[in-house]
């Protein structure tokens, strides 16, 4: 284990310099100096501009012969019409084609497209299923998680305050706008739109659905594959792994076009051939660099934490600007990317079967000779600012007396000092919104109104099998453990019918009509979602009429009733 890393670390007592923002929001002077700029409108060519600072990510706006091409919408609504105003005060030329660079970016498509308008709609293939399934099994968590990881949770003054919006805080229109692509690319199809010439790769980054344009006649990149910090090769608040072999495959596309001008989805564009030929290589260098001494260390047999541990990027790469650590720790992506190659197992034995949680933290309360001596030892670690420690030892405390309000405060305070520290604006984030949890002030159950991401049951109800399929999900399996019935479901405004069994503690989504169901139900796909989603109850729902059986009604309570 690297022990200088230790002694560097902010966690446990190394030297960092704070600031406070206007807003009262206290952090790492360097995660300040990383913040949201203002917006502007940069002019790379005679024909493309850049709107940056509108949002998280660019929208770039290319002229063609007789309108626009629109590289990225937005996150929701009140961003594409912000951009879309914007767009306005510069030109009047119709929207001939809108490019999504991935998923995350195509939901402020509205303000772009009026009613009846037809416009061309160009994506990698898999960005409508990536938009439509993203939510679907583990929607309540992502969201959960997603508004920690952004900050949502954080008061909006005061040093707990978040440091910048992920988006606008004043935008009260967080839904989404999102357009269905009209057609999905081919990787390497080369395209003439509105007299623009445009080759489309696919460069999976932090999504499988990224997209890098190519437009010779300009001699211009644009990507998702660079940002204006180091990538989140893994995110704290969950994701599939991100293979970093693909990103940087991704960039060596880009470095292989040698273009004059670079532009990345993230951060400012580069306009000479040099600029750009850097930022690309030193970009691929940086992550190509943690992947290779990550699997160097797996290969010498040492476990994620020491590997985490011992990386540390060379000076010139950890020096470039664009590959600043302020929005992941670089120590996460290590152990991400471990996870992703091997799993779990750190290939200690003694990991194969730990002792559970509760016998660790009672054994390690007694070691300490009881639960005073353990919260004086906490208190000590506090105060030198061995906070990490701190924080890790009053769990036991918590672990076995969750309740105990004295352990709460102590932790509370040991997260929300690594939260004032870190380099890292999603790890403040969630050393912040998990101290305030523990002081009763935040409730991780109750996602912030409009939180970008919320399920959107319009688009749900389009999509009604899927919506009966998240029941499998929600099954509780000690009440559902002598029940073996099928529930058929039809749904008269669509003369659609599907079916649902419940078999034991597990539950299967039927995609055709059950012949030999055992119960009955016909409603409004409507109705069907507001019970999925918890809008209103099986009970009402019978009582009003809303749904019709000719069961007995409270068979079809029972059913219900398994389900979270």
Same mark, same amino acid.
């Given at each position: 284990?690297?022990?200088?890393?230790?002694?560097?670390?902010?966690?446990?007592?190394?030297?960092?310099?704070?600031?406070?923002?206007?807003?009262?929001? +206290?952090?790492?002077?360097?995660?300040?100096?990383?913040?949201?700029?203002?917006?502007?409108?940069?002019?790379?060519?005679?024909?493309?501009?850049?709107?940056?600072?509108?949002?998280?990510?660019?929208?770039? @706006?290319?002229?063609?012969?007789?309108?626009?091409? +629109?590289?990225?919408?937005? !996150?929701?609504?009140?961003?594409?019409?912000?951009?879309?105003?914007?767009?306005?005060?510069?030109?009047?030329?119709?929207?001939?084609?809108?490019?999504?660079?991935?998923?995350?970016?195509?939901?402020?498509?509205?303000?772009?497209?009026?009613?009846?308008?037809?416009?061309?709609?160009?994506?990698?293939?898999?960005?409508?299923?990536?938009?439509?399934?993203?939510?679907?099994?583990?929607?309540?968590?992502?969201?959960?998680?997603?508004?920690?990881?952004?900050? #949502?949770?954080?008061?909006?003054?005061?040093?707990?305050?978040?440091?910048?919006?992920?988006?606008?805080?004043?935008?009260?229109?967080?839904?989404?706008?999102?357009?269905?692509?009209?057609?999905?690319?081919?990787? *390497?199809?080369?395209?003439?739109?509105?007299?623009?010439?445009?080759?489309? #790769?696919?460069?999976? !980054?932090?999504?499988?659905?990224?997209?890098?344009?190519?437009?010779?006649?300009?001699?211009?990149?644009?990507?998702? !594959?660079?940002?204006?910090?180091?990538?989140?090769?893994?995110?704290?608040?969950?994701?599939?792994?991100?293979?970093?072999?693909?990103?940087?495959?991704?960039?060596? @596309?880009?470095?292989?076009?040698?273009?004059?001008?670079?532009?990345?989805?993230? =951060?400012?564009?580069?306009?000479?051939?040099?600029?750009?030929?850097?930022?690309?290589?030193?970009?691929?260098?940086?992550?190509? #660099?943690?992947?290779?001494?990550?699997?160097?260390?797996?290969?010498? *047999?040492?476990?994620?934490?020491?590997?985490?541990?011992?990386?540390?990027?060379?000076?010139?790469?950890?020096?470039?600007?664009?590959? /600043?650590?302020?929005? *992941?720790?670089?120590?996460?992506?290590?152990? =991400?990317?471990?996870?992703?190659?091997?799993?779990?197992?750190?290939?200690?034995?003694?990991?194969?079967?730990?002792?559970?949680?509760?016998?660790?933290?009672? /054994?390690?309360?007694?070691? #300490?000779? *009881?639960?005073?001596?353990?919260?004086?030892?906490?208190?000590?670690?506090?105060?030198?600012?061995?906070?990490?420690?701190?924080?890790?030892?009053?769990?036991?405390?918590?672990?076995?007396?969750?309740?105990?309000?004295?352990?709460?405060?102590?932790?509370?305070?040991?997260?929300?000092?690594?939260?004032?520290?870190?380099?890292?604006?999603?790890?403040?984030?969630?050393?912040?919104?998990?101290?305030?949890?523990?002081?009763?002030?935040?409730?991780?159950?109750?996602?912030?109104?409009?939180?970008?991401?919320?399920?959107?049951?319009?688009?749900?109800?389009?999509?009604?099998?899927?919506?009966?399929?998240?029941?499998?999900?929600? +099954?509780?399996?000690?009440?559902?453990?002598?029940?073996?019935?099928?529930?058929?479901?039809?749904?008269?405004?669509?003369?659609?019918?599907?079916?649902?069994?419940?078999?034991?503690?597990?539950?299967?989504? @039927?995609?055709?009509?059950?012949?030999?169901?055992?119960?009955?139900?016909?409603?409004?796909?409507?109705?069907? !979602?507001?019970?999925?989603?918890?809008?209103?109850?099986?009970?009402?729902?019978?009582?009003?009429? /809303?749904?019709?059986?000719?069961?007995?009604?409270?068979?079809?309570?029972?059913?219900?009733?398994?389900?979270?």
């Amino acid at each position: 284990m690297n022990i200088m890393g230790q002694i560097k670390s902010p966690y446990l007592g190394g030297k960092v310099e704070t600031a406070t923002l206007p807003n009262g929001a +206290i952090a790492n002077k360097n995660l300040v100096s990383s913040g949201a700029k203002e917006p502007q409108i940069l002019r790379i060519t005679d024909r493309i501009l850049v709107l940056i600072g509108f949002s998280v990510e660019n929208t770039v @706006i290319i002229e063609g012969d007789e309108g626009l091409i +629109i590289w990225d919408t937005g !996150s929701y609504i009140s961003i594409g019409k912000r951009k879309y105003d914007a767009l306005r005060q510069i030109t009047d030329k119709p929207i001939k084609a809108i490019i999504y660079s991935h998923n995350h970016y195509a939901m402020g498509t509205t303000a772009f497209v009026g009613e009846g308008e037809k416009v061309e709609i160009i994506s990698h293939p898999d960005v409508h299923k990536n938009v439509t399934n993203g939510m679907m099994e583990l929607g309540p968590a992502l969201l959960r998680n997603g508004a920690q990881h952004f900050g #949502f949770y954080l008061p909006r003054t005061g040093p707990d305050a978040m440091l910048v919006a992920v988006e606008n805080v004043s935008d009260t229109d967080k839904s989404s706008g999102y357009i269905k692509p009209t057609y999905g690319v081919k990787d *390497g199809e080369e395209m003439l739109i509105d007299g623009v010439r445009i080759q489309f #790769f696919y460069t999976p !980054s932090d999504t499988n659905d990224s997209l890098t344009i190519w437009l010779p006649d300009h001699d211009l990149v644009i990507t998702n !594959s660079i940002w204006y910090l180091y990538p989140n090769l893994y995110t704290l608040r969950g994701q599939p792994y991100r293979n970093p072999v693909d990103w940087i495959n991704g960039i060596d @596309i880009i470095r292989s076009k040698n273009p004059q001008y670079l532009i990345p989805s993230h =951060g400012a564009p580069t306009i000479t051939r040099e600029k750009s030929f850097e930022l690309a290589t030193n970009y691929r260098d940086g992550i190509a #660099f943690v992947y290779s001494q990550t699997i160097r260390g797996i290969n010498k *047999g040492l476990k994620p934490d020491d590997i985490a541990e011992s990386i540390e990027l060379p000076d010139h790469l950890a020096n470039f600007p664009q590959l /600043r650590e302020a929005y *992941g720790e670089l120590k996460h992506h290590i152990k =991400g990317i471990y996870s992703g190659l091997i799993g779990w197992f750190s290939l200690d034995a003694t990991d194969i079967n730990p002792v559970p949680i509760s016998f660790r933290s009672k /054994r390690i309360i007694e070691g #300490f000779g *009881g639960e005073d001596l353990l919260i004086d030892a906490a208190n000590k670690a506090y105060e030198n600012k061995e906070y990490a420690w701190a924080a890790e030892l009053i769990t036991h405390l918590l672990n076995v007396d969750p309740t105990n309000s004295k352990a709460k405060q102590i932790k509370a305070n040991a997260l929300r000092q690594m939260g004032y520290v870190t380099p890292a604006l999603s790890s403040r984030s969630f050393y912040l919104t998990q101290a305030l949890v523990l002081e009763g002030k935040v409730n991780l159950e109750n996602i912030p109104p409009g939180f970008p991401g919320t399920l959107d049951e319009n688009e749900m109800k389009k999509h009604v099998d899927k919506s009966i399929k998240l029941l499998e999900y929600k +099954i509780n399996p000690i009440k559902s453990k002598h029940i073996d019935q099928i529930l058929s479901i039809s749904l008269n405004d669509l003369n659609q019918e599907f079916g649902l069994h419940i078999r034991k503690g597990v539950a299967e989504f @039927i995609n055709y009509r059950p012949l030999n169901a055992d119960l009955r139900i016909e409603l409004t796909s409507e109705s069907l !979602s507001n019970i999925i989603f918890g809008k209103i109850t099986i009970n009402s729902a019978l009582e009003s009429g /809303r749904v019709k059986t000719n069961e007995e009604a409270k068979e079809i309570t029972t059913f219900f009733s398994v389900f979270e």
